[in-house]
């Protein structure tokens, strides 16, 4: 028997979505048939799943998987359509974004991202700063000391290359 339980949650069918269409490269060339329907429906679910407030990095999530896969124009206008949510998401979206930016090749897209990145790298080695300062020099009680050590693995190491055109989040 097979069971089947259904929900409303955009925010997971977007998800779904850009997993299938990364399933779907992964799996072409090795099981054309699998790989093909793995797109169908990455993009079937792109286009009949209704946004909420908590769904939108996931749609852009999945926009950017489509691009890569497809190459069609109607992800990219819509990652496109989408540079202010994701220079201001940058460090929840900036993973998968980074791959689908070179292939977009828009100028003021890479630049947006590019200085959105900058400010990021900027306001982790600010936080970097204050823990390091903390660590160095102690706190009185000792209780938040013993914090910044696990707190220092969760700043991203974020590398912008001098040919400003590659971006690492480490």
Known sequence: DRWVFTEDNPRRELTTAAQMAAASRVLKGFNDTLSTQALHCARALFDVTEMDGRSKSAKVHAAAELYLTT???????????????ITQAIS??????????????????????????????????????AFLIVLIFGEPDGIFKHSVLINISYIP???????QNTFTML
């Open 92 to 129: 929840s979206v900036g993973w998968y974004i980074g791959r689908a930016e070179k292939k977009i090749n828009d100028a003021d897209f890479t630049k947006a991202l590019r200085e959105a990145m900058i400010t990021l790298r900027n306001k982790a080695q600010k936080h970097l700063m």
């Open 157 to 163: 190491l974020i590398l912008i290359s001098s040919n």
């Open 71 to 85: 190459s069609d124009d109607k992800y990219k206008n819509y990652l496109l359509s989408e540079t202010e949510f």
